[in-house]
Structures are given as structure tokens and as C-alpha cells.
């Protein structure tokens, strides 16, 4: 018995010089370092609604196991169950060998075989010891299991990792989920839950290897240097989950459903302006755009989706003049941008700055609601979501009895838009009112309709946009 244990201490040992010398295992900042051995808790998740965006489609491919082709190159990563049940043979003794031992070592892929007794086998080339192994197929042909999601248990495809690394290191993206995790301890798998908010500018700064189901380990960190992580699924070869099981708990481990890439055309100085034809964006801040049908500015709340019309370049300078299409209320809109960050006078002027390539948030309305929408009014029974669409976002919340609270915007001439909501974030009464004149000229300016806010300044009021 106490040989049985000196073994196992020395194999987690081993385990973790052998992690602290592999690059595919990253760690957030911060994560302990620590000799003990320490038990990996279950986390939190959350669910999600997006897909992945046409950077998955265009950079990671998805390999059945019947396309395999030799040479390419896994981890194994074992879970608790991987533990108990072998999933790997060594092919000298034929021998059924523990993932323990296994573990974070990378399998080179060497095709398939078939043994004495008639079991297909799938074999494997071990980089780090050069030893075979192979594993056993439990029933049927090697052509009749390959064609299941099933895969190889414990093996994490290394491929998504190196593109993943080539594509997204030191990359801006947007969060596009608020439950993300931290590393807790260097020298094991522990992890806490941590809550960021949505539409969160980040920075790549590592990406390695995650789980077998989420293979690409994904850090980044934000502004005021916090680092936190995801495991995604990015090609989901062999991460052994069907497509319709992303849902739920599961749905937000896809990378499109944690992260938003900001597209490469929206960063180059390039002015070949039909590449950005017919392209779906929206707001990442609020904003202010011409109404075609009122001819007048509106303002425009976070999250806003658009179709791209048409761009126009400007004759005596850097901008052009932006046509957009509102997906929900067919409206059309006007700005005038540049695409170069280091022409704008101010980053309001950057189409990079104001718009974030992919869709928007989804918005409810009725066809009463869209005609009155279209013209900037807001009317009795609008919904929150609605009145941003029709005056953007509240310049001020107040909270009065039962539930009841109301959203004051600031209006042209010097007036104001009170609009009452009831318990149940439905508007049941609308009113203006003159806004109070200033004492002096030291007293401090209030907030303008539709100004750029950073998303973690939204957090008050009923109904926040997501």
C-alpha cells in the first residue's frame, strides 16, 4: 500500500516538472505555484446564443477521424473518468497503460490497423518517450466508427492550438460572454469562475492547450491588466460533442460564442470599399446617425445591427460617408467615418471605433411599434429595447414605488423626454418638460444623449443592455 502511494506521488510530480516544461500549457497571471496536489472543482457556465463567425470557417477545419492523416498531432488530457477506464495499449506489450503516466504528452498520429483477432485498432507515435501505443476500437470496423463524433478519448487536437496561436496572438477581440475563469494554481488544473462584462475590449496574450471537448486554451487580458481565460472549441475535431449538444451550459465554450475577432478589414488601410458591401456589423458604443426618413441625428444605443449599404469616399478628405440599413427596422441611416484610426481627429470618427463586424442584439417589436420607431417617437407599451431604438440610451434613471421608474433623455431646444415604465418595464405614460438652466458658467456640464459610454458605466436601471 505505501509503495502504491509513493508511486502515484512521484508520478504527479512527475507530471508537473513535465507541464512547467511544455508550451502548450499556459497559465493566467497570478496562478500559485505550488508542490501539493489539489482536487479540480467543478465551475459555473453559463449559457450563450451566438455562433462561430466566418474566421472559424475560413482558418480551422474539422477532421472526422476518417480523414485523419498521419502526422497530425494531439494531447492527451484526461478527465477523471479517463483515469479509471484505459484509453491507450502500449504496442510492444500490448499491455493496457494508465492515462496518469500519459498525461500531457503528445501523440502523433500513425493511421490504422487492424489485429490478429480481427479488432480495429487506431496507432500512435508517443513524441515525448518514442514509444507506440494504440487504441482499440471496442466494436465494428475502423470505417464504421470513424464516421461518429466519438473520436479517440483523452486527445486534445493540437492542430486548433498552433493556428489558433498563429491567428490570434496579440490580437484585439471583444467578449461576447460574461463567465470567463481564472488559474489558481500553477502546477494542476484548478480554476476559479470570474464575471467580466460583455463587449469588453481584450488583448490575446497566450494560447495553449484546454481540454479534449475545448481544445484551444485562450487568455487574454483587459485595459487595466486582468488576464482570464476560455477552453473553446474552434474546429471540434475529436473534442467527441455533436453540434446540437452546444447548447445550454455547453454553448458558450464555441469561440464565437466567448469571443468576437474584430475583423482584419476593419483595421487596414485599405480603401477598397466593396469588401465592406453587404456586411452585417453594429454598435460597440452608442452613437448618433442621421435618420433618412427624419433627416435629423438620432441616437443610437450599444449593440445596434446594421447592413452595410454603401461608402462613399469624400473628394477633399478622408472620409466617406456610410449607408446603413437597420436589420430590424429596414431604416436607413448616414454617417461619415474614416477607416484609417490615425486619420480621425477624434476615435468617434473611426469606423473601427463605433462598429464591430457580426451581429447585433436581437430586439423584439410589433409593425405599430417599427412605424413610430422609424421616426423617433416613443410610444405607449414600448418595451425598454424599444425606446432605446426609437431615442437611445437614457441619460438618466430614476426608481420611484412598486417597481415603477423612469428614463429621462435629453432633448434638442433645450427640452427633456421623460418616459414612465410600470413594474413590468412596459411604458404606460410619455411627457417633455423645459431642462433647468445652469446657475453659472463653472457648474458642471451634464451627460449628452447618445455620448460614447465604455460598457461597464451601463449598469443601472432595469432591463441594462446586454
Given at each position: 500500500?505505501?509503495r502504491?502511494?509513493l508511486?502515484?506521488?512521484?508520478?504527479?510530480l512527475f507530471?508537473?516538472?513535465?507541464a512547467?516544461?511544455n508550451?502548450?500549457?499556459?497559465?493566467?497571471?497570478g496562478?500559485k505555484?505550488?508542490?501539493q496536489?489539489?482536487?479540480?472543482?467543478?465551475?459555473?457556465?453559463?449559457?450563450?446564443?451566438?455562433?462561430?463567425?466566418?474566421?472559424?470557417?475560413?482558418?480551422f477545419?474539422?477532421?472526422?477521424?476518417c480523414?485523419?492523416?498521419?502526422?497530425?498531432?494531439?494531447?492527451?488530457?484526461?478527465?477523471?473518468?479517463d483515469?479509471?477506464?484505459?484509453?491507450?495499449?502500449?504496442a510492444a506489450?500490448?499491455?493496457?497503460?494508465?492515462?496518469?503516466?500519459?498525461?500531457?504528452?503528445?501523440?502523433?498520429?500513425?493511421?490504422?490497423?487492424e489485429?490478429?483477432?480481427?479488432h480495429?485498432r487506431?496507432?500512435?507515435?508517443?513524441?515525448?518517450n518514442?514509444?507506440?501505443?494504440?487504441?482499440?476500437?471496442?466494436?465494428?470496423?475502423?470505417?464504421?466508427?470513424?464516421?461518429?463524433?466519438?473520436?479517440?478519448?483523452?486527445?486534445?487536437?493540437?492542430?486548433?492550438?498552433?493556428?489558433?496561436?498563429?491567428?490570434?496572438?496579440?490580437?484585439?477581440?471583444?467578449?461576447?460572454?460574461?463567465?470567463?475563469?481564472?488559474?489558481?494554481?500553477y502546477?494542476s488544473?484548478?480554476?476559479?469562475?470570474?464575471?467580466?462584462?460583455?463587449?469588453?475590449e481584450?488583448?490575446?496574450?497566450?494560447?495553449?492547450?484546454?481540454?479534449?471537448?475545448?481544445?484551444?486554451?485562450?487568455?487574454?487580458?483587459?485595459k487595466?491588466?486582468?488576464?482570464?481565460?476560455?477552453?473553446?472549441?474552434?474546429?471540434?475535431t475529436?473534442?467527441?460533442m455533436?453540434?446540437?449538444?452546444?447548447?445550454?451550459?455547453?454553448a458558450?465554450?464555441?469561440?464565437?460564442?466567448?469571443?468576437?475577432?474584430?475583423?482584419?478589414?476593419?483595421n487596414?488601410?485599405?480603401?477598397?470599399?466593396?469588401?465592406y458591401?453587404?456586411?452585417?456589423?453594429h454598435?460597440?458604443?452608442?452613437?448618433?446617425?442621421?435618420n433618412?426618413?427624419?433627416?435629423?441625428l438620432?441616437?443610437?444605443?450599444?449593440?445596434?445591427?446594421?447592413?452595410i449599404e454603401?461608402?462613399?469616399?469624400?473628394k477633399?478628405d478622408?472620409?466617406?460617408?456610410?449607408?446603413?440599413?437597420?436589420?430590424?427596422l429596414?431604416t436607413?441611416?448616414?454617417?461619415?467615418?474614416?477607416?484609417?484610426?490615425?486619420?480621425?481627429?477624434?476615435?468617434?470618427?473611426?469606423?473601427?471605433?463605433?462598429?464591430?463586424?457580426?451581429?447585433g442584439?436581437?430586439?423584439q417589436?410589433?409593425?405599430?411599434?417599427?412605424?413610430?420607431?422609424r421616426?423617433?417617437?416613443?410610444?405607449?407599451g414600448?418595451?425598454?429595447?424599444?425606446?432605446?431604438?426609437?431615442?437611445?440610451?437614457?441619460?438618466?434613471v430614476?426608481?420611484?414605488?412598486?417597481?415603477y421608474?423612469?428614463?429621462?433623455?435629453n432633448?434638442?431646444?433645450?427640452?427633456?423626454?421623460?418616459?414612465?415604465?410600470?413594474?413590468?418595464?412596459v411604458?404606460?405614460?410619455?411627457?417633455?418638460?423645459?431642462?433647468?438652466?445652469?446657475?453659472?458658467?463653472?457648474a458642471?456640464?451634464?451627460?449628452?444623449?447618445?455620448?460614447?459610454?465604455?460598457?461597464s458605466?451601463?449598469?443601472?436601471?432595469?432591463?441594462?443592455?446586454?
Amino acid at each position: 500500500m505505501k509503495r502504491t502511494i509513493l508511486s502515484t506521488c512521484v508520478a504527479m510530480l512527475f507530471l508537473v516538472a513535465t507541464a512547467q516544461e511544455n508550451s502548450y500549457i499556459v497559465k493566467t497571471r497570478g496562478a500559485k505555484k505550488s508542490a501539493q496536489i489539489q482536487v479540480l472543482e467543478e465551475g459555473l457556465v453559463s449559457p450563450e446564443e451566438e455562433t462561430a463567425t466566418d474566421f472559424i470557417s475560413q482558418n480551422f477545419k474539422f477532421y472526422s477521424l476518417c480523414d485523419w492523416q498521419e502526422g497530425m498531432k494531439f494531447m492527451v488530457m484526461p478527465e477523471k473518468y479517463d483515469l479509471v477506464v484505459k484509453t491507450f495499449a502500449d504496442a510492444a506489450t500490448g499491455k493496457e497503460v494508465s492515462s496518469m503516466p500519459l498525461k500531457y504528452k503528445i501523440m502523433i498520429y500513425k493511421g490504422h490497423t487492424e489485429s490478429s483477432d480481427g479488432h480495429a485498432r487506431i496507432n500512435f507515435l508517443c513524441q515525448d518517450n518514442n514509444r507506440m501505443y494504440y487504441y482499440e476500437i471496442p466494436s465494428g470496423t475502423f470505417e464504421d466508427y470513424c464516421y461518429t463524433k466519438t473520436g479517440v478519448p483523452t486527445l486534445a487536437y493540437l492542430g486548433d492550438v498552433d493556428i489558433a496561436r498563429e491567428k490570434l496572438m496579440g490580437k484585439t477581440l471583444y467578449t461576447k460572454t460574461s463567465f470567463f475563469r481564472i488559474d489558481t494554481d500553477y502546477d494542476s488544473d484548478g480554476y476559479q469562475d470570474v464575471v467580466v462584462d460583455k463587449d469588453l475590449e481584450v488583448k490575446v496574450t497566450a494560447v495553449g492547450v484546454g481540454t479534449r471537448s475545448y481544445p484551444v486554451k485562450i487568455i487574454v487580458e483587459d485595459k487595466d491588466g486582468n488576464e482570464f481565460y476560455q477552453n473553446v472549441a474552434i474546429s471540434k475535431t475529436n473534442c467527441g460533442m455533436r453540434d446540437d449538444e452546444f447548447i445550454m451550459d455547453e454553448a458558450k465554450y464555441l469561440f464565437g460564442n466567448s469571443f468576437e475577432l474584430v475583423d482584419d478589414i476593419m483595421n487596414i488601410n485599405s480603401y477598397n470599399y466593396r469588401t465592406y458591401i453587404g456586411k452585417i456589423i453594429h454598435t460597440k458604443y452608442p452613437t448618433k446617425l442621421v435618420n433618412e426618413t427624419t433627416k435629423k441625428l438620432q441616437a443610437i444605443p450599444r449593440l445596434i445591427e446594421y447592413q452595410i449599404e454603401a461608402m462613399n469616399p469624400h473628394k477633399n478628405d478622408d472620409k466617406f460617408t456610410l449607408k446603413l440599413k437597420n436589420t430590424i427596422l429596414g431604416t436607413y441611416f448616414y454617417t461619415d467615418l474614416v477607416l484609417d484610426a490615425h486619420r480621425a481627429e477624434n476615435q468617434e470618427d473611426y469606423f473601427g471605433y463605433v462598429f464591430a463586424p457580426g451581429p447585433g442584439k436581437k430586439i423584439q417589436t410589433s409593425e405599430g411599434s417599427r412605424a413610430m420607431i422609424r421616426n423617433g417617437h416613443v410610444g405607449i407599451g414600448f418595451s425598454e429595447d424599444e425606446v432605446m431604438l426609437a431615442a437611445g440610451e437614457p441619460d438618466k434613471v430614476e426608481h420611484g414605488q412598486n417597481g415603477y421608474y423612469t428614463w429621462t433623455f435629453n432633448r434638442s431646444n433645450n427640452k427633456l423626454l421623460f418616459v414612465d415604465f410600470d413594474g413590468n418595464g412596459v411604458v404606460y405614460k410619455t411627457r417633455t418638460g423645459d431642462a433647468p438652466r445652469a446657475k453659472n458658467t463653472s457648474a458642471k456640464k451634464g451627460k449628452k444623449s447618445g455620448s460614447r459610454k465604455s460598457s461597464s458605466n451601463w449598469k443601472k436601471g432595469k432591463g441594462t443592455p446586454i
